[in-house]
């Protein structure tokens, strides 16, 4: 579908145009017509797929053209970081670059003083769109900064990470602030029962959308190596041997991992940074400016990276541990192979994991080549192959009518925002 045949208003598809997009991604296509008819949406589909633009466009149409408070926050996005919540910003100004009237402020921690004094001023005056992570709006609110109470439209982006991250009792203080009567719409990667149980609290009748996760680039270099725990530094010190150590990303799923990793490549002189739990948000962004600027070479992670960042260069994914699911290791690889590049995504599998890896390999619907180990580290393990569970059919759910345009030209490009 094109962006042109929605009910997205002229202010909106001539930023669209100026932008040279033109084709709506299979989220878009099913959200914005439900969004746009004042339904409740549960979105499930992961990073890159264009939900971000799902929901903003046809919110921003609708402030643009209903009658909506001016002195009133009329919509809420909740992100769970900075670096979603600054992503989201910036593509608000994109968007509503044609908007006369709308303001917007994003809120998030880690700043000084004065950002926060910036942030009162602008929720005191009723900013129509406030971009948010659950911590510093909840501060707001304790502060009596926020008035909740003529907020028409509610979003949880990446609600599955929120909840990973603790915020729940924070997004359900928020909620309880809300007006009954709001349009609440949620977006998660994954659907687990934690995430149901939000969806049934805070969302009515909802339409759901569930767009099947994609299939990692083919451009991307796909290999493993299967290894005990014990030869899993050594395995990191023979490739940090035999490849340059320029633009790497390494994931872990455990934070005092990823410390002792990044420990290990400084004996090995390699220019490192770690991203974890236990930095400041201020130490994150000057890892992630240090990292995204070329001044460090390396980034050694937890998933906290994994989702919602935009780099486009990175050459190497290395999984030191395997995801928990196909999901997360899309979500990891998907790093690389970016922005018309070619990449590579390496994978160390213990024992424990390999019926784990198995499961990703059904996913991929093809086995990834198992590199062998250098003979110095004595044997592997053997991989063993698990059989496929059975899944039955995975369709999304959507509708919505539609109204043509006139014809306009571009470079046809999906928006995936």
Do not use: W
């Not at 424990?352 to 198992?370: G, M, N, S």
């Not at 062998?372 to 192959?385: D, F, Q």
């Amino acid at each position: 579908m094109r962006f042109e045949e929605t009910y997205l208003n002229d202010n909106i598809l001539d930023a669209l145009y100026d932008m040279r997009f033109e084709e709506c991604t299979p989220i878009q296509e099913k959200c914005i017509p439900e969004i746009l008819n004042y339904h409740d949406v549960m979105g499930v589909a992961q990073t890159g797929t264009g939900k971000t633009a799902a929901y903003l466009l046809p919110i921003l149409s609708m402030l643009d053209e209903d009658d909506y408070p001016d002195d009133a926050i009329n919509c809420i996005i909740m992100s769970p970081t900075r670096e979603l919540a600054q992503q989201i910003d910036q593509a608000m100004q994109g968007f509503g670059y044609y908007l006369d009237g709308i303001s917007s402020v994003a809120v998030y921690g880690g700043n000084d003083g004065t950002r926060y004094d910036q942030e009162m001023r602008s929720l005191r005056m009723g900013a129509d769109v406030v971009i948010a992570t659950p911590g510093r709006l909840l501060s707001h609110i304790k502060m009596g900064n926020v008035d909740l109470s003529r907020v028409s439209f509610f979003v949880l982006d990446e609600a599955d990470r929120m909840l990973d991250m603790g915020f729940y009792d924070d997004i359900m203080t928020i909620v309880k602030g809300l007006p009954a009567n709001r349009q609440t719409i949620m977006f998660s990667a994954t659907m687990p029962d934690k995430i149901q149980a939000l969806a049934r609290n805070i969302l009515y009748n909802p339409v759901e959308v569930k767009i099947a996760v994609s299939k990692p680039a083919e451009k991307i270099q796909q290999s493993a190596y299967v290894c005990y725990d014990a030869q899993k530094l050594p395995i990191l010190r023979h490739i940090f041997s035999t490849k340059e150590h320029k633009r790497i990303i390494i994931f872990s799923g455990k934070k005092e991992r990823v410390k002792e990793i990044d420990r290990e490549l400084h004996k090995l002189k390699v220019n490192s940074c770690s991203m974890h739990s236990d930095l400041t948000q201020q130490e994150r962004d000057e890892v992630m400016y240090l990292f995204k600027s070329g001044k460090k070479d390396v980034l050694v992670a937890t998933d906290i990276v994994s989702r919602g960042i935009d780099i486009d260069d990175i050459r190497i994914v290395i999984n030191y541990d395997v995801p928990h699911d196909a999901e997360d290791y899309v979500h990891r690889i998907g790093r690389t192979a970016r922005a018309e590049r070619d990449g590579e995504a390496i994978t160390l599998i213990n024992p424990d994991d390999i019926r784990r890896f198995t499961q990703i390999e059904h996913f991929l619907e093809k086995e990834v080549t198992k590199i062998p180990l250098p003979e110095e580290l004595g044997e592997a393990p053997e991989y063993v192959v698990s059989k496929p569970r059975r899944k039955g059919p995975h369709k999304g759910k959507g509708k919505g009518k539609g109204k043509k345009g006139s014809h306009r030209k571009g470079s046809n490009r999906n928006l995936n925002l």
